[in-house]
């Protein structure tokens, strides 16, 4: 079992930056990744970035250069680094744990809105 909590969104003007954070708890030594997915109004929950265990990251196309993601290992948190932030980046963005013991598992966080707009 393993809880995830995110934290950090909140109202942004257009360019501005927000960092959203994501704990995890428990069995966090079987973590295999760590991921941001996003959903706005009326459209499906799509991934934003990722990080895996080792470190290597992925990103969605219409984040690539803005948003960053990273992981503090001991505290057992991700990161996502917001910048140049637009108007269709407003969603709730959710942070996604995984974890594999000997199948695997996914973990969701309750989501944090982030909201773009002058």
Do not use: H
């Not at 970035?49 to 990251?57: E, M, Q």
């Amino acid at each position: 079992q393993v809880r995830v909590v995110e934290s950090g969104g909140g109202l942004v003007q257009p360019g501005g930056s927000l960092r959203l954070s994501c704990a995890a708890s428990g069995k966090t030594y079987a973590i295999s990744a760590m991921n941001w997915y996003r959903q706005a109004p009326g459209k499906e929950r799509e991934l934003v970035a990722s990080i895996a265990s080792g470190g290597s990251t992925n990103y969605a196309d219409s984040v690539l250069g803005r948003f960053t993601i990273s992981r503090d290992a001991e505290k057992n948190t991700a990161y996502l680094q917001m910048n140049s932030l637009k108007p269709e980046d407003t969603a709730v963005y959710y942070c996604n744990v995984r974890v594999v013991l000997i199948e695997a598992y996914n973990y969701w966080g309750q989501g944090t809105q982030v909201t773009v707009s002058s």
